[in-house]
T-cell receptor, first 112, second 110 residues
Framework: SQTIHQWPATLVQPVGSPLSLECTVE??????LYWYRQAAGRGLQLLFY??????ISSEVPQNLSASRPQDRQFILSSKKLLLSDSGFYLC???????????FGEGSWLTVV | QKEVEQNSGPLSVPEGAIASLNCTYS??????FFWYRQYSGKSPELIMF????GDKEDGRFTAQLNKASQYVSLLIRDSQPSDSATYLC??????????FGGGTRLMVKP
């Protein structure tokens, strides 16, 4: 069966520090991968999606970036965090367009 | 802009009652529709999906889709306190991207 793992689960980072969140999917090949952010009490905002290795599409311009160095690995990064980057970050995958999206456990980021 | 709208709630129902959660969407080309449940502090988990007009039942949950009215709903029968959560509607639009509504917070009171 397919599983998705995301880490770290929680982190507190100072403003201006770098960020790296990692996500891996097991049990499937060539998944579509997604990074979402959910601010406190808000809906899900799509940040990036990827349909293959090295293929990244950005939905929202900001100081975040994403990379997909391997088929089942998706990384969210920032060189310098802002206070507004605080939130709940969710990695997700689906086997193809139109199919169900499944979420990882999420990462709580607090920028102080 | 392709939008998915939900009443943010909270929707409060007594234990054992039917909870009705509603969602409207703007993209007429949308093909598939999903309901997720999200407990506080946790990631969303899929409850069910629906592709065709009409009703789809899974245990205590029934999804209803009306493409002409651009309306999808989720009914929860015999609501339990453990059903208290935020319910997210998601729509796969004609561009094959999944758009989420803001969610409806459901509170089931014992």
């Amino acid at each position: 069966s397919q599983t998705i793992h995301q880490w770290p689960a929680t982190l507190v980072q100072p403003v201006g520090s770098p960020l790296s969140l990692e996500c891996t999917v097991e049990g499937t090949s060539n998944p579509n991968l997604y990074w979402y952010r959910q601010a406190a009490g808000r809906g899900l905002q799509l940040l990036f999606y990827s349909v293959g290795i090295g293929q990244i599409s950005s939905e929202v311009p900001q100081n975040l970036s994403a990379s997909r160095p391997q088929d089942r690995q998706f990384i969210l990064s920032s060189k310098k965090l802002l206070l507004s980057d605080s939130g709940f970050y969710l990695c997700a995958w689906r086997t193809g367009m139109g199919n169900t999206i499944y979420f990882g456990e999420g990462s709580w980021l607090t920028v102080v | 802009q392709k939008e998915v709208e939900q009443n943010s709630g909270p929707l409060s129902v007594p234990e054992g009652a039917i909870a009705s959660l509603n969602c409207t969407y703007s993209d007429r080309g949308s093909q598939s529709f999903f309901w997720y449940r999200q407990y506080s502090g946790k990631s969303p988990e899929l409850i069910m999906f629906i592709y065709s007009n009409g009703d789809k039942e899974d245990g205590r949950f029934t999804a209803q889709l009306n493409k002409a009215s651009q309306y999808v709903s989720l009914l929860i029968r015999d609501s339990q306190p453990s059903d208290s959560a935020t319910y997210l509607c998601a729509v796969n639009n004609a561009g094959n991207m999944l758009t989420f509504g803001g969610g409806t917070r459901l509170m089931v009171k014992p």
